[in-house]
T-cell receptor, first 113, second 114 residues
Framework: QQQVKQSPQSLIVQKGGISIINCAYE??????FPWYQQFPGKGPALLIA?????SEKKEGRFTISFNKSAKQFSLHIMDSQPGDSATYFC????????????FGPGTSLSVIP | DTEVTQTPKHLVMGMTNKKSLKCEQH?????MYWYKQKAKKPPELMFV???????INESVPSRFSPECPNSSLLNLHLHALQPEDSALYLC?????????????FGQGTRLTVV
């Protein structure tokens, strides 16, 4: 059972465009939603994270939008750059078990010049 | 220093071999993790150590045996693996267990079982 759904599976965006990755979850016990970025040959790295009491969080060109009632959240990458080409994983964890981070299946982003 | 160091970077082993993966961090983190990642898939949690004690074992086969000799080191002992165990094995650490804190991942060990 996939606890965190993620789409699209792959995404090609022109340089300077906006990349949008969507995620959805079922378990209302989740209360922390991180996004990880992984480059080939590297381990994942935390990009940005949000709690459900906040509807939006922005860090530089990266913004998370959160819709608690719909149990959906999304990552927007503004002014996408070729260096943003990587695999992005949304994830979720819950207060009683923060160590068990549930990852979405991932989105492979390619930003073309 | 926000680095988690894993050795070796690559490992090829036969199904009858015994090998170990090593992970080290000097950030004072008290939670350490082993993940397995297959190609084009998300990381899957295998084990969690909290304050040097095994706190989570995600029903991992006994051919994988974790060890935490001290708060900075984490090992994963491998024995009698199968070809389907070939994957990227990631170590991670975080400041504390039980509350949210950022997990820092190592670069992983690319394991091939032949």
């Amino acid at each position: 059972q996939q606890q965190v759904k993620q789409s699209p599976q792959s995404l090609i965006v022109q340089k300077g465009g906006i990349s949008i990755i969507n995620c959805a979850y079922e378990n209302t016990a989740f209360d922390y939603f991180p996004w990880y970025q992984q480059f080939p040959g590297k381990g994942p790295a935390l990009l940005i994270a949000i709690r459900p009491d906040v509807s939006e969080k922005k860090e530089g060109r990266f913004t998370i939008s959160f819709n608690k009632s719909a149990k959906q959240f999304s990552l927007h990458i503004m002014d996408s750059q070729p260096g943003d080409s990587a695999t992005y994983f949304c994830a979720a964890s819950r207060k009683t078990s923060y160590d068990k981070v549930i990852f979405g299946p991932g989105t492979s982003l390619s930003v073309i010049p | 220093d926000t680095e988690v160091t894993q050795t070796p970077k690559h490992l090829v082993m036969g199904m009858t071999n015994k090998k170990s993966l090593k992970c080290e961090q000097h950030m004072g983190h008290r939670a350490m993790y082993w993940y397995k990642q297959k190609a084009k898939k998300p990381p899957e949690l295998m084990f969690v150590y909290s304050y040097e004690k095994l706190s989570i074992n995600e029903s991992v086969p006994s051919r994988f045996s974790p060890e935490c000799p001290n708060s900075s080191l984490l090992n994963l002992h491998l024995h009698a693996l199968q070809p389907e165990d070939s994957a990227l094995y990631l170590c991670a650490s975080s400041y504390q267990s039980g509350g949210w804190s950022e997990a820092f991942f190592g670069q992983g060990t690319r394991l091939t079982v032949v």
